[in-house]
C-alpha cells in the first residue's frame, strides 16, 4: 500500500488512527496492539507472501536479540556474545543477500564464464534492505548494551511500525519505542503539523516529482533502446531525475514521518536540503541522513577504528587531521570511505550501475577528504564565489553519479554521459519524439525538425523545480516550532531568515493553502506515478 493512493488516505489511515485514539483512551497497551496489527495489514495489503517471507526473519533476530542480551549481562561470555552477534548479523547479510541479489549473482557468474545459468524469479520482500539494515542495528545496540531489555511488542514496534516499514527512514530502537511508552492523547496542535507534514510530502511526490518523471522518464527509455541521446535531452534527463528522486523520496520521509506524527511518534529527520550542499560531505550529511548514519556508525567507523589499532601497533604513522602522511591518509580514510561507499552502492541495488555509483560516490568523497587534508584552502568562512564554485561542482557531480543510479543498465548510462558532453550531438532522435511528442513551433536541431513548446515547458518545469530545492525552506525548516523530527546532534534548523507568515502554526492564513494543496495533490492520484524507492 503506497502512502500516495486513495486506500492508505481515505481508509487506512483514517481508520487506523480513530481506533488507535479509541482504545487509548481504555487501554495503552490495546491501542498498540491494534498499531501492530495494522502494521501487518499494511505490510500484507499488496501481497500477503511478503510476510510468510519475512517471518522467518522477524523470529530469528527477536530470540537471537534476547540471546544477546542474556550474555551481554555476563561479561565472561564476551567471546560467546561476539560469536552470536556475529551469527546474527551474518544470517541478516545472507537473508537480504538470497531475496536481492542471488539473481545478479547469477548474470555476473554467467558475464565472467560465459555460461547459461538461470535461476527461478525470487519474489523480493517489500522493504527487506530497510528492514534489514534495523534489525542489524537492533542485535549491535543489544550487545552493546545500549538496549537494556526488550519484550516482543517493543520489538515488534520498532521492526513492523507501519509508517517506517517499507522506505524508512532507517531508525534506531532507542530512538522510536521509548516513545511509544507515552501515554496516547490527542493533541490538536500536534495533529495539524502531521498533517501539514504529511501534505507537503504528499505534493511533493505527485505534483513535482510525478510531473518531471513524465519528461524524463522516455529519455531513459529511449537510451536503453539504443537511441542517441543528444545534448539538450541529455542534460533534461540527468538533472530531472536528481530532481526527481529529490522530491520523490523527500517527500515520501515527509509523508512518514507525518503519519508517524498522527501517532506521537517523531522519526529522524532524514533530507536537509541535500542540493544545496557545497561539497560532497556536507551533501551525504543532508541526503537520507539515516543511511549515511546507519553507514557510518556500523561500517565506517568500525574499519577506521581497527586499521588505526593495527597501525599503531605496528607502529605506523596514524592519521591527523592536518598534513597527515599519504599512506596514512589512503589507509585509514580512503580505503574505509571506498569500501563503505561500495556497500551503499549494493545495498541500493543489485546491478552494475549501483556498485558504479556507489564507487564514484567514494571517489568524490575520497578528493573532498584529500583536498581538506592538503588542499592549499584557508580555514573560515567561504565568500561568495568560492560556496557557488563549490556548490556547482557539487551539483555536477551528484547529477553525473545519478545517471547511472537510474538507468537500466551501463551502456545506456554511458549513453547519456556520452550526451552530456556532446559526444551525440544536439538533435533530437526521432524515436524519442515518438515516445515524448512536442507539440507547437518547429524547430531544427541537427538536422532534426522538433517541436519547441514542449520543450520549453519541460525546460521550465526543470527550472522551478530546482528553484524550490534550491531557494525555499525544507519542511522540517517550516515546522520547526512543533519539532515534527527527531534531529539528534546535528544543529538546529536555519530558520532565521523564515518570517512568520512563512514559518508555519496553526493558523487562519495556513488552513485554505494545505487545504488547496492537498486537494490538488489528491487530485493528482489517479495520474501516472512511480514510487522510485519501493524497490529497494
Not at 511478503?50 to 527477536?62: D, E, K, R, T, W
Not at 505534483?207 to 533534461?236: K, T
Not at 525544507?474 to 518570517?499: C, F, H
Request: glycine share 8%; hydrophobic share 55%.
Amino acid at each position: 500500500m503506497l502512502f500516495s493512493s486513495y486506500e492508505f488516505i481515505f481508509v487506512f489511515l483514517p481508520v487506523t488512527l480513530l481506533v488507535y485514539a479509541l482504545l487509548g483512551k481504555l487501554s495503552r497497551d490495546w491501542a498498540l496492539a491494534w498499531v501492530i496489527l495494522a502494521s501487518f495489514a499494511f505490510y500484507t495489503w499488496w501481497r500477503p507472501m511478503n510476510l510468510l517471507i519475512i517471518a522467518p526473519s522477524l523470529v530469528f533476530n527477536y530470540f537471537c536479540g534476547l540471546l544477546l542480551l542474556r550474555l551481554a549481562a555476563d561479561p565472561a561470555k564476551q567471546a560467546t556474545k561476539n560469536l552470536v552477534l556475529a551469527i546474527g548479523i551474518a544470517f541478516n547479510v545472507l537473508f537480504l543477500g538470497y531475496f536481492k541479489y542471488a539473481n545478479f549473482a547469477v548474470t555476473v557468474a554467467n558475464d565472467v564464464t560465459g555460461a547459461d545459468f538461470v535461476l527461478e524469479q525470487i519474489i523480493l520482500p517489500l522493504g527487506i534492505s530497510f528492514i534489514t539494515f534495523q534489525k542489524i542495528a537492533f542485535l549491535v545496540d543489544v550487545s552493546g548494551g545500549r538496549i537494556e531489555r526488550f519484550t516482543l511488542r517493543d520489538y515488534l514496534l520498532f521492526v513492523m511500525f507501519f509508517p517506517q516499514l517499507i522506505a524508512g527512514p532507517i531508525v534506531h530502537y532507542r530512538e522510536s519505542v521509548p516513545q511509544f511508552r507515552n501515554p496516547v492523547r490527542v493533541d490538536g496542535a500536534l495533529i495539524a503539523a502531521a498533517l501539514t507534514l504529511f501534505v507537503m510530502g504528499l505534493a511533493k511526490k505527485v505534483l513535482l516529482a510525478d510531473g518531471i518523471a513524465l519528461h524524463v522518464s522516455p529519455i531513459y527509455a529511449a537510451a536503453a533502446a539504443g537511441e542517441q541521446i543528444s545534448f539538450i535531452h541529455a542534460w533534461l534527463a540527468s538533472i530531472g531525475f536528481t530532481l526527481q528522486i529529490y522530491f520523490d523520496f523527500s517527500g515520501y520521509s515527509d509523508m512518514a514521518c507525518g503519519a508517524a506524527l498522527l501517532f506521537g511518534v517523531r522519526l529522524p529527520l532524514n533530507f536537509d536540503s541535500p542540493l544545496k550542499a557545497t561539497n560532497i560531505i556536507d551533501f551525504w550529511l543532508r541526503w537520507h541522513m539515516t543511511l549515511t548514519r546507519f553507514l557510518t556508525a556500523y561500517v565506517y567507523n568500525p574499519v577506521t577504528l581497527a586499521i588505526t589499532r593495527w597501525r599503531a601497533k605496528n607502529r605506523r604513522p596514524l592519521f591527523r587531521q592536518k598534513r597527515s602522511a599519504l599512506f596514512a591518509f589512503l589507509h585509514v580514510v580512503a580505503w574505509p570511505t571506498m569500501l563503505t561507499m561500495l556497500l551503499s552502492g549494493v545495498w541500493h541495488g543489485a546491478g552494475y550501475t549501483f556498485i558504479f555509483w556507489g564507487a564514484l560516490h567514494g571517489l568524490y568523497l575520497v578528493i573532498n577528504h584529500a583536498w581538506r587534508q592538503y588542499g592549499a584552502h584557508k580555514p573560515g568562512a567561504l565568500t561568495i564565489p568560492a560556496r557557488f564554485t563549490g556548490w556547482a561542482f557539487t551539483f555536477l557531480a551528484v547529477v553525473v553519479a545519478m545517471v547511472f543510479f537510474r538507468a537500466p543498465d551501463m551502456n545506456s548510462a554511458w549513453n547519456i554521459v556520452g550526451g552530456m558532453v556532446g559526444g551525440n550531438g544536439v538533435a533530437l532522435p526521432g524515436r524519442l519524439a515518438e515516445l515524448a511528442p512536442f507539440g507547437g513551433a518547429q524547430l531544427t536541431l541537427g538536422g532534426s525538425e522538433v517541436y519547441l513548446s514542449q520543450l520549453l515547458q519541460a525546460l521550465a518545469y526543470l527550472g522551478g523545480l530546482l528553484a524550490i530545492a534550491l531557494f525555499m525552506p525544507n519542511t522540517s525548516q517550516l515546522l520547526a516550532d512543533y519539532e515534527p523530527v527527531l534531529r539528534g546532534s546535528e544543529a538546529p534548523p536555519k530558520i532565521a531568515g523564515i518570517g512568520p507568515l512563512i514559518r508555519w502554526r496553526p493558523r487562519l492564513h495556513w488552513m485554505p493553502l494545505i487545504g488547496t494543496l492537498g486537494a490538488v495533490a489528491v487530485l493528482r492520484l489517479s495520474g501516472e506515478s512511480e514510487f522510485l524507492y519501493w524497490q529497494f
